[in-house]
């Protein structure tokens, strides 16, 4: 029984630091921190992953018309496409 709590408690802790990492990521998109996107990238953020309004990183760059968060979110998935 303990073991099972051990376990459930575990991946509860995964999932909200997963989801902190994409607030964060989204926090960084709408404020145009171009260094933050680019670091939470490369440290395995999902540029993909879509908020409860359904909105990605791409769409909410957009939306704030952050041309330069744009580019770097394009130029992450290209580079995702090549390897």
């Known amino acids: 029984m303990k ?9 509860f802790l995964a999932v909200v630091k997963v ?3 994409e607030f964060a990521f989204f926090d960084a998109v709408s404020a145009g921190d171009t260094s933050a996107v680019s670091e939470s990238l490369a440290a395995g953020v999902d540029p993909n992953y879509a908020d409860e ?6 769409i909410l760059a957009a939306k704030h018309g952050r041309l330069e968060v744009m580019l770097v979110t394009r130029e992450d998935e290209k580079s995702q496409m090549i390897t």
């Open 3 to 11: 073991l099972a709590w051990l376990r459930w408690l575990w991946l």
């Open 19 to 21: 989801h902190a990492d």
């Open 53 to 58: 309004d359904g909105l990605t990183p791409l």
